[in-house]
């Protein structure tokens, strides 16, 4: 069974940081582009970033360079997006999609992870 789950969300201080996770099952995960997704309460989803499949290349939102990063690890099926002084704007539920590099294009969403960013 295809999975993608996300993890690590929670309630963080203003300023805090925190490491959300992203595991694949059912995919060779090496083989698919991530990027993570998240969608503010009332808002429509954006674009946080990406991380190619052997984590050569990645690419920030201007608005979060400085602040985010992402990070894989293959051998792991894992995907890491690293949040450092967070803001109250940051909350929001977060998602990872999963993409194939090669033929057949296919995509995979997680369910995703809830970030509260509060005093």
């Known amino acids: 069974q295809v999975q993608l789950v996300e993890s690590g969300g929670g309630l963080v201080q203003p300023g805090g940081s925190l490491r959300l996770s992203c595991v694949g099952s059912?995919?060779?995960?090496?083989?698919?582009?991530v990027s993570w997704y998240r969608q503010p309460p009332g808002k429509e989803r954006e674009q946080v970033g990406t991380i190619t499949m052997n984590g050569g290349s990645t690419n920030i939102v201007d608005n979060l360079k400085g602040r985010f990063t992402i990070s894989r690890d293959n051998p792991r099926n894992t995907v890491y997006l690293h949040m450092n002084d967070l803001k109250s704007e940051d909350t929001a539920m977060y998602f990872c999609?999963?993409?194939?590099?090669?033929?057949?294009?296919?995509?995979?969403w997680g369910q995703g992870t809830q970030v509260t960013v509060s005093s």
């Open positions: 999609n999963a993409r194939h590099v090669y033929q057949p294009p296919q995509t995979y």
């Open positions: 059912g995919i060779p995960f090496k083989y698919y582009d």
